[in-house]
């Protein structure tokens, strides 16, 4: 199983970035996906989760201003970054928790590199 992120890159204050990734390999099911992030010099904190149902948790720093959202069909989830501020400057990392082949577990992409300058 893998997790390929991508859509991370340099943007200005007030701006918008979208997120994607995608889980790969023979899935069986994905109970969650998610979002979290690792400014520098912070430790990995969570941005947002959506469950198989489409029930989603949110930071309270990026409620109102990030969407997550889920297509099964495709085992990707996104993040949608809209009102972007400096301090969401961070790598970002999905996860999923899954059921595969070989068994179940959380898995973890390499992360992208989200910059916002102000």
């Known amino acids: 199983v893998q997790l390929q992120a991508s859509g991370g890159g340099l943007v200005q204050a007030g701006g918008s970035l979208r997120l994607s990734c995608a889980a790969s390999?023979?899935?069986?099911?994905?109970?969650?996906m998610g979002w979290y992030r690792q400014g520098p010099g912070k430790q990995r904190s969570l941005v947002a989760t959506i469950s198989d149902g489409g029930t989603t948790n949110y930071a309270a720093s990026v409620k109102g201003r990030f969407t997550i959202s889920r297509d099964n069909a495709k085992n990707t989830v996104y993040l949608q970054m809209n009102s972007l501020k400096s301090e969401d400057t961070a790598v970002y990392y999905c996860n999923a928790r899954l059921q595969h082949l070989g068994g179940s577990g959380d898995y973890w992409g390499k992360g992208t590199q989200v910059t916002v300058s102000s």
């Open positions: 390999g023979i899935i069986f099911n994905i109970n969650s």
